[in-house]
Structures are given as C-alpha cells and as structure tokens.
C-alpha cells in the first residue's frame, strides 16, 4: 500500500492508502476515515464499495470477463461438470482423479436426508414456495449435525469438509423433496448410482412406479445452467452469506440466509420474472412493442426482466453461453416452436437497437434465457429460484469459508447517514393528536 490518494475536507488534508488487487481493480482504503476526518462514505446499494478482499471469482464487467479461481467461464463452461466445479470453487484448485472421486463419494455418501426430515416437509402447508422450506430445511441442517454448526469457528472450519458436502449434496434433494411437497406427490429418494444431475432430476420426476430415464443432453443442460450460476463475487445472496458469516455463524445458517436473499425479483426471482413477464406479453397478444415501450420508464413492474445487471455494462458471459447452447439443447429436448422463445428473441433484438437500453448499457443477463432452458427441462416456474440456489452453493460456501478462515475477520457492520426525527419529548396518551 502506498498513500497516494489525499482527501481534502473543511480545508485540511489526509492521505488515504490505496490497494490494487491481481487484476489491476484499484480501490482507496477508507477503513480509518471516520477516525481521522469523523466522516463517513454513503454508498447506497455499495455499487463502489468494497465490502471485503476476495481470491474466489473475477468479474471485469466492462470487458464481460467472469473467471471462477482464474479459469475462463467459457472454458468452464466447455470442459467441465458442475460438481468439478464446484470443488474448484470451494478448494481454490481442479480436483486429480482421486480427489474428485472422493468428493463424489461424499456427495453420494450425503444424498438422502435424515428420516425426520420428512416430518419437517409435512408441517408446510400444501402450496408452500420452496424457496421458503428450502431456508428453512438449510437452517434445519444445523439441528441435525451439531457438530458442524457449533457456531465456534475454528470448530466448524475443522469440520468443514463433511459439512460443505452435506450442503452440496442436500440441498439438491431437499429441493426436489420441496417440489415434490408442494405438488402433493410421494418423496423420491436419491439413487447412489446416479451422478448429480441426473440424480436430482430422478427425486424430482421418477414415480413410485417408474424411473425417469434423463437424456445426456438433458444431464448436459442442468450441468451447464449449475455451472454458470456456481459464483457471481458479492452479489446480492452472497454478500449476505458473508455478512452472516462474519458473525461467526455456522455454515448451514450462513446459506440459508443466502437463499432468502437470492429470492428476491431483483437477484435469483428475475428467472421467474422472465417467464411470467413473456407469458403476460404473449396473453395480451403484444409482439413484444408495447411492452418495450413501457419498460423505457424503469419503473417496478414495467422493467425489462432479465435486462441490466449492476456489475455488467455489456453482455453478461453468462448469457451468451446459454444462448449459444440454447438452439442445440432445444433441438435435443424436441423442442421446435416455443411462442415465448420467439417473444424473447424479439424482446432482445429490439432492446439491442432502442436508445433508452444502449444509453443505460442494459443488455441481457444470465436469466433472460435460463429460465427458458428451466422451462424446456419441464422445471416448474416456481423451482427456477431454487434451480439457481442449488447452482450458487459452492460460492456461498467457498464465501462463508473465506471469511470464517480469515484471521482478521471483523463483523460486517455497516454506518448510515441518519434522516430521522431529532431529538424530541415523549407524548403523553392524551396529549396526542
Ligand atoms: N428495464 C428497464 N430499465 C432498467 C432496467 C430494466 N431491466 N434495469 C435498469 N433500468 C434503468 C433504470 O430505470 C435506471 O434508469 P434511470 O437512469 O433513467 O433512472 C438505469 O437503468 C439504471 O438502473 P439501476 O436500477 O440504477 O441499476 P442497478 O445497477 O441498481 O440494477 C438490476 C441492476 C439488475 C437490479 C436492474 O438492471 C434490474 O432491475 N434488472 C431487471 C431484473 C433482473 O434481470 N435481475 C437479474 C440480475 S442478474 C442475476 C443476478 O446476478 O442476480
């Protein structure tokens, strides 16, 4: 660090050390600010705040560059599985042969859930949203492991390796476990000869009767769309594990608080607003024009769902290997002609040509079209959420662990710049208005 930068306020000078990380992002280091110049930094909704240093994932949202651990997402994308991702996230490194059998092992090992879960399921009322139990089941996971949610740190990191894979492996089923509750249909356990992928599908569409029997394409599907969620930096649910984390929470309570942030329409829900959003247009019998028109206000409810993204200001990666494997997997599924496809595709094309997106550098995210490839895999909508939580879970996790392993870990504990009443008397009952 070197004092370079120098803030002049109410006629004297302070320097502020600066940082730059291993890409060249430069940030000015005001941890001492409010000591020294009894100011503070508003930031509201942290679009130029650092909240932490991290060595999990790069975004160059600029240049549309996502790397998880340093690898090119479309590398990723191309050559890997979600599971070996997924310890790449978590361990900092790709698995050898024999690391990445064992970390099948376990998730295998960890599949089903304890029998009492099953009466936590029955307790939710029919039509419950599985983002709700699958929270609240997450949390659960604490009360039937104590030993790796002690909420001790050093203790829960010691244990860290079986409990992120009971939370890799669980959440998948718990997910398909909720879906099936909502639906009112018999629990599917999970097979130990299936890998992951086809193993969730199975819980969640098999009979009691029948096996779902999963295409490779399929399998290949659900991999990528896992993939391409599995980190995003301190989005919105991840900033909130962290924020959770700092606390020195336990694990399983840090990514549960993850998946109620994430479920929000701003964040993970826009995959779900897509749709509705496409099925509205398509019911009122709009060829996408007149909604165009109307999201030109930016107003809630009028905004071009799965348009923008806070870090993006060009295409989001993301998106662009979706849609470049989207035809393809369609094809594959017999897919031919989705009337929402062709509105989406005309949504796109005339966002891409219209002042009001290119001036404000709105331009697709991951959710335009991953809630179609949802949607082609026959996820019902209000699983997409839950589809982009079980594929956020070895950031959340590779986040959480990241904060509870560093030594100098300090609370997150934000400032605000207070705009209430000021100082006033306590009114007695009958002397109020
Ligand atoms: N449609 C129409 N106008 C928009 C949109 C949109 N989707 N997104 C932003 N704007 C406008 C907004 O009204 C504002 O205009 P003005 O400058 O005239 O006031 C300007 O663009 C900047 O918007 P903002 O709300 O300040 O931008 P933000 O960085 O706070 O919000 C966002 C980012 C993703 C919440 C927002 O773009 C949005 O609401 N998009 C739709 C929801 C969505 O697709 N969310 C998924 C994000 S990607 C998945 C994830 O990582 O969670």
């Not at 005339?350 to 997106?357: E, H, I, M, T, V």
């Not at 209000?382 to 079980?390: C, E, G, K, R, S």
């Not at 959340?396 to 662990?401: E, L, R, V």
Request: proline share 5%; glycine share 8%.
């Amino acid at each position: 660090m070197a004092n370079d930068a120098v803030l002049k306020i109410e006629g004297k000078e302070f320097p502020l050390p600066t940082m730059v990380g291993s890409e060249g992002e430069k940030a000015i280091d005001v941890r001492n600010l409010r000591a020294q110049t009894g100011y503070i930094t508003y930031d509201d909704g942290f679009g130029n705040t650092g909240s932490c240093t991290s060595g999990i994932t790069f975004i160059d949202g600029d240049a549309g560059i996502l790397r998880y651990r340093g690898y090119p997402i479309e590398q990723l994308a191309e050559h890997s599985s979600f599971v070996e991702t997924a310890y790449l996230i978590i361990h900092g490194e790709l698995p050898n042969a024999k690391q990445r059998r064992h970390f099948g092992d376990l998730l295998r090992l960890h599949s089903p859930v304890h029998a009492a879960m099953d009466h936590l399921f029955e307790g939710f009322p029919l039509g419950s949203h599985p983002m709700a139990i699958l929270s609240a089941l997450l949390n659960s996971l604490g009360c039937y492991y104590p030993h790796l949610a002690t909420n001790r740190v050093q203790e829960d990191l010691a244990n860290f390796e079986e409990a992120s894979a009971i939370a890799i492996s669980k959440v998948r089923t718990i997910a398909a476990m909720s879906y099936r509750k909502s639906r009112g249909l018999p629990y599917i356990y999970p097979k130990r000869t299936l890998p992951y992928c086809e193993n969730f599908l199975h819980m969640m569409f098999s009979q009691p009767y029948e096996d779902y029997v999963c295409t490779p394409e399929v399998a290949q599907a659900l991999n990528l769309f896992l993939l391409l969620h599995a980190d995003h930096e301190q989005n919105c649910s991840t900033s909130t594990v962290r924020m959770v984390a700092s606390s020195g929470a336990n694990l399983f309570a840090s990514v549960a608080a993850g998946v109620c942030a994430l479920w929000g329409p701003l964040h993970g829900g826009a995959n779900m607003a897509v749709i509705e959003m496409l099925e509205s247009i398509h019911a009122e019998g709009d060829d996408g024009s007149k909604f165009i028109e109307s999201a030109r206000s930016g107003k809630a409810g009028h905004r071009l769902m799965g348009f923008g993204h806070r870090v993006y200001r060009n295409y989001d990666p993301r998106a662009k290997i979706i849609k470049a494997s989207f035809d393809k997997a369609l094809a594959s599924l017999g897919i031919k002609d989705d009337p929402l496809l062709a509105i989406a595709r005309r949504l796109e094309d005339a966002a891409l040509s219209d002042q009001y997106f290119l001036s404000r550098k709105l331009y697709p995210n991951v959710d335009f079209y991953s809630g179609l490839i949802m949607r082609a895999l026959g996820i019902p909508q209000n699983m997409f959420t839950v589809m982009f939580a079980i594929g956020r879970m070895p950031g959340w996790i590779a986040h959480w662990k990241e904060v509870a392993s560093n030594p100098k870990n300090k609370i997150y504990r934000p400032r605000q710049v207070f705009t209430g009443n000021a100082k006033r008397d306590y009114v007695l009952m009958e002397k109020r208005a």
